[in-house]
């Protein structure tokens, strides 16, 4: 690892917003401040439409990936102000970039970033586009962060799991021994979001707050779970080309409550989270939670009644918080990069071996 002070910054598939990190990789790594930014709602609108085909996509999205560049380059001047860090004294950014489209059986990924632009304003080293490596050698492309949450959380004489809660919910297994695995374990955030968003015009269920309004469809979490990716074996990726509000509508009849559709999605991820754990965790007595779904109460309470007798908490009690380890997982990623060592897992990945992740642009 080469050791030094990084930041990481990640804009996940909620869409909520970035997510920057400051991590000291010479002592730990330690989190030593963090930083949230909002999306304008603008262009949060232009990256949801650009999940989807449309017209003049190419020109949009290279227009996205500028903007994003100045957000991107905007909460890192925030960041450095707030703690008291001058650029050249940063190794590099690692910037996950906003992901648009997952196609890894096609052979491709999107995380837009113009990545010289973020390198060119922040006179920073920018390591981005950390998933087509992974792709390219064969592999899904994700999840990436197994590889971090190893290297922080595993524990000596515990089996752990780990459990990400963004707009996909992923899982890193945590043996005490043999190899780590990791996958996508279905929708975390995004659906609940996007439905709160068409019916009550909020980014996100607060707490839970209207799901615990209503009432579980057992019918409608039955059709929804007969997707086939809750069946499938890892590894596995997924995202919104997948799990997204045209999917849940197929499934509506059109005569139920919202309220009601929103309890179900959040039993929708309870679920997929639960079974995941079950089938493939099944000795790790220590769960751990992160992501934006670590603060919704009523998603973790459902996920804790489904798997009684597991420990359940969140990292911020391993000395990360919640909404900061993704962010601190692509500083991590970055300095493996500026080393030239691998960043995937090809056990979690399936790709045909360990790789180099990213590509540089120097300050």
């Not at 590889?147 to 000596?156: G, I």
């Not at 297994?173 to 979001?193: H, K, S, T």
Request: one cysteine or more.
């Amino acid at each position: 690892m080469q050791p030094g002070l990084y930041i990481g910054l990640m804009s996940g598939t909620s869409m909520d917003g970035i997510d920057a990190a400051l991590v000291d990789l010479g002592t730990g790594p330690t989190l030593r401040a963090l930083v949230h930014q909002p999306f304008p709602p603008q262009l949060r609108d232009t990256l949801l439409s650009l999940n989807s085909p449309g017209d003049n996509e190419l020109h949009r999205a290279a227009q996205a990936a500028n903007s994003l560049a100045l957000g991107y380059a905007a909460i890192v001047a925030t960041l450095l102000a707030q703690s008291g860090v001058a650029a050249k004294d940063i190794a590099a950014i690692g910037c996950h970039g906003q992901t648009v489209r997952h196609q890894p059986q096609k052979g491709y990924t999107t995380q837009l970033v113009n990545g010289a632009l973020l390198a060119e304003l922040t006179g920073i080293s920018v390591v981005c586009d950390f998933r087509s490596r992974d792709i390219a050698a064969g592999g899904e492309g994700a999840p990436l962060v197994p590889a971090f949450h190893q290297a922080v959380f595993a524990a000596p004489q515990q089996a752990r799991a780990i459990v990400n809660i963004g707009g996909i919910a992923n899982i890193s297994y945590l043996p005490v021994n043999g190899e780590v695995i990791g996958f996508d374990c279905g929708p975390g955030n995004a659906l609940m979001d996007a439905w709160i968003m068409a019916h009550r015009n909020q980014s996100y269920d607060s707490g839970g707050a209207w799901a615990s309004s209503g009432r579980i469809l057992p019918e409608l979490a039955q059709r929804l779970l007969a997707h086939d990716f809750f069946s499938r074996l890892p590894p596995k990726s997924t995202g919104r080309e997948t799990f997204n509000l045209d999917w849940v509508r197929k499934a509506l009849s059109g005569q139920e409550r919202p309220e009601d559709v929103q309890a179900t999605l959040c039993e929708l991820t309870a679920t997929g989270v639960a079974r995941a754990l079950e089938t493939h965790c099944a000795d790790a007595g220590e769960i751990y939670v992160c992501g934006g779904g670590a603060r919704n109460d009523v998603l973790l309470a459902r996920i804790a009644a489904l798997l009684p007798g597991r420990r359940i908490a969140l990292t911020d009690s391993l000395g990360i918080a919640a909404e900061a380890v993704e962010a601190a997982a692509f500083a991590w990623l970055a300095g493996r990069t500026m080393a030239r060592e691998p960043g995937n897992l090809p056990r979690v990945t399936g790709a045909r071996g360990p790789r180099i992740l990213g590509a540089i642009y120097p300050a």
